[in-house]
Each structure stands twice: as C-alpha cells, then as structure tokens.
C-alpha cells in the first residue's frame, strides 16, 4: 500500500495499487479462454440462443476528425466509395444474419452503433441500416436503439431522420463542455452548438441523451470539471459516461510524447467529484463503474447488457462479439471488410469461453455492475471467500439488504479489482 491521499471530504484514501487499471481491454487477457474457429461460430450461429435478450452491435470505423487522445481503430476522412462499400457489407451481413437460427429465435434487447464515429455517415445510409434491423430482426417492444454521435455531425437533415426512425437513445461525445478545453482536445464544436443540438434532439423525440464525459484530458482544471458536471445537470441530461484519460499506446498524444501521467490525487479526485456530482441528480444511478444516469430516463441498455455478459452479434471491423458460448473480434480492416466478395474471415479472433471462463466472468461481474446477491457472490467466490472478506475490510464493498455493491474507491479500482478476482497479480498489488 503507497502514500493516502485526501478524499472530498479531506479524509485519507489510501492508495491501495501501483497504477490504477482504467481499460477492460487490459484484463481481456488474463480470462482463461480456449482458442476456437470458424465451425465453432458457425455451430453457435445455427444452434438455438442459451438466452435470449441479446444485443446487436455494429461498429462504424470512420471519424472525420482525429481526437488527440484516441487510440482506437479508425478510418479517418474515408472516401464516399469506401463508405458505400461499407453500408452494403452492413446490410449483406445482417440480411444474412437474421435467418440464422440463433438470430431468427432471439429477442434483441438494445442495438448499438459504435465507433469511430456512426453519425459521420451519410444520414440515408445511417437510416437504412436502422430500418433494416427494426424489420427483419426481432427486438423487444422495449428494445434501445442508441447510436454515437459528435455534436458536429448531427446536422437538420440528421435530425430530421432521427425524428422519422426509431433510434430512441444518443450517446454525445461531449468529453468537456468548456470551450477552451475542447478546442485543446481537437473537438470542433462550442458550448452553444453543444445547447442547440440537445434542443434538437429533443424536438426530434429523442428521449435518452447521454453525454461522454473525460477527466485528465488538457487544459482541464477542478473548476472547469466542476462546471462540467453541473452542465449535465442544468441541461437536463438523461445520463453520462465518464471516463479518465486512457494513453492508447498510438494515440496522436502519445506519438507526440504530448502527454504525462496523471497525479492519482488528482485521478481520484476527478472520479470523486463525478461521482459525487451524478449521484446527487434526483434519480441518477450507476450503471456500471462508468455510466450514471436517471433510474428511469437514463437507462444505458447496451452498457448493462455487455456488463451482465449478454451475448452480442457484433458485426463490422474492430467489432467484437459472443455467440452462445464462443467469442470473436473482429480483426480486418475496413478495406477488407468492404470489398466484395473478400469477406476476411480468417481475420477475426475466436475463442471458446468453457466452464473456466465463465467461472471467473462470474466473479468479476461485481465489478461490472450496480449490485450482486450475497448469496450467488458467496457461491461464485465459494474456493475463494477470503477475497470478499478483504473487499470487505478495506471497505470496497458494502452490504445493504442482501445486496453487496462496490464503494465509491470499489469503484474507482474497479479494474483493478477485477485483475485480483481473476486470481492474477495478487502479490504484486496488495
Ligand atoms: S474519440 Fe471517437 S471521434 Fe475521436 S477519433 Fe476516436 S473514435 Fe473518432
């Protein structure tokens, strides 16, 4: 255990790890997965759903502007051909996919469009993806529809085709609503472009916008994150996302060396005042350590869903999804993914996740989520029990009403955590 560090109150958090795990990408590799192939996706494609209330996920690669901090898989400025050739993949995909058994016997929960960014695509191609998924798959009458957008992209003929579809949930990639910061973090519109567009959303009917917030990010200060925070309040938002500053190992800032590690006082003290902030917003929850949002209004139906390990037909480069019991990502890029005919199977990752995997996905579901039963925990950590006693004693989780829930600091090492439960690095951490 290192040196403590004051909480928002002033009272000592002690600083319980070396280096605070902030991705899930990072413990993906400690789960004790068997390789797998083709036939074994295909089998699980055409056997009937384990469960059903599945989500669809599509990833949309392209972004028309590089954030400084982003390390991810993307096609940047793409060319109107490739786009094109994308949309159509999309749709030969999930044409094809929808008379699959273990699709056509599911009941869909929440779709998703992810990225990159979904909303840089031609409005018509955007809709056209969403109309073919309301008819020919089967989605429950509550399903969420929700896509990712920057503020730039959602222009009137955007919104006027939100208005006719049935997408009823934004996820806005805001990360700061302070002008000077956003302009630091290569973020092309301005606070009241950010109003306007929420206004238009609204007229358009769309009730569940949430916002991504992120701390550590340049130019940011306590006050500007504390005005940050009352803005998602003052705008009424439904809920947010609220991440730290992840350095990707590619990201333009850390190509540039224009980037240092945060002070963990000052990590923590982000993270605190965006939980203490959200939390006090009549009817805000936790989702999952990340994602705050109004019980009722709010609701981040895809977040949940990956958080309780439901399965997910994913579809388009950089994706990544679980079938029954077999898991892929999907490796190729866009160029391979959009050519005709040239559909790179062979570039996709799979894996079968067994009895082990799902064991430990088991233990770890505490740390993805709002809440779990002491009784079903206590069964997951039956070979191991003095790990809940030392969550326990160092007051990262508490018991209320037979329910065990991470600590504001649970949640804050969350991820590492999780790494412990896996039955990795205990010795190096504690
Ligand atoms: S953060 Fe999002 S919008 Fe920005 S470059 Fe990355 S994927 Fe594109």
Redesign the pocket.
């Known amino acids: 255990m290192k040196d403590n560090y004051p909480d928002l109150e002033g009272k000592a958090v002690p600083e319980y790890f070396k280096k605070r795990i902030r991705s899930a990408a990072e413990l993906k590799r400690l789960m004790p997965y068997r390789e797998a192939g083709q036939g074994d996706l295909g089998k699980s494609l055409n056997s009937e759903p384990h469960d059903t209330g599945a989500c669809i996920y599509i990833h949309v690669p392209f972004?028309n502007?590089?954030?400084s901090?982003?390390g991810?898989y993307?096609c940047l400025n793409p060319h109107r051909g490739l786009v094109d050739a994308f949309t159509e993949q999309v749709k030969n995909d999930l044409e094809y996919l929808s008379g699959m058994p273990w699709v056509a016997k599911n009941k869909f929960r929440a779709v998703y469009f992810g990225?990159?960014?979904p909303s840089s695509l031609p409005s018509g191609s955007f809709f056209d993806m969403v109309d073919l998924i309301s008819r020919e798959f089967n989605l429950s009458e509550d399903c969420e529809i929700s896509f990712e957008s920057?503020i730039s992209d959602l222009d009137e003929e955007y919104l006027e085709g939100l208005g006719k579809s049935s997408v009823n949930r934004v996820s806005l990639?805001i990360q700061s609503f302070d002008d000077k910061v956003r302009k630091k973090n290569s973020r092309i519109s301005g606070t009241d472009d950010i109003r306007d567009t929420i206004r238009g959303l609204r007229s358009a009917g769309i009730s569940n916008i949430c916002a991504d917030l992120m701390y550590n990010i340049k130019g940011q200060t306590v006050d500007s994150w504390q005005s940050d925070l009352e803005m998602i309040r003052k705008l009424g938002l439904n809920g947010a996302s609220v991440y730290p500053l992840i350095p990707f190992p590619g990201s333009p800032m850390v190509v540039k060396g224009d980037y240092s590690e945060a002070e963990p006082a000052d990590e923590y003290r982000y993270f605190a005042m965006a939980d203490q902030s959200l939390l006090s917003i009549p009817g805000w929850k936790y989702y999952t350590p990340v994602q705050y949002g109004h019980y009722k209004t709010g609701k981040a139906g895809y977040v949940v869903s990956q958080a309780d390990n439901a399965d997910i037909l994913a579809i388009g480069p950089g994706a990544g999804g679980r079938i029954n019991e077999i898991q892929y990502l999907n490796t190729y890029t866009v160029e391979d993914y959009a050519i005709p005919g040239t559909f790179p199977r062979r570039k996709m990752k799979i894996s079968s996740m067994g009895p082990a995997y799902r064991a430990v996905e088991r233990k770890l579901s505490l740390f993805r989520k709002t809440s779990e039963y002491v009784d079903s925990l206590e069964e997951a950590y039956a070979d191991d029990h003095d790990f809940l006693e030392f969550l326990l004693k160092n007051s990262f989780i508490r018991y209320a009403k037979n329910e065990i829930s991470l600590t504001r600091t649970g949640r804050y090492w969350s991820g590492n955590l999780a790494s412990l439960a896996t039955g990795h690095n205990r010795q190096l951490n504690v």
């Open positions: 972004c502007n590089s954030c901090f982003c991810y993307k990225g990159g960014t920057t990639g």
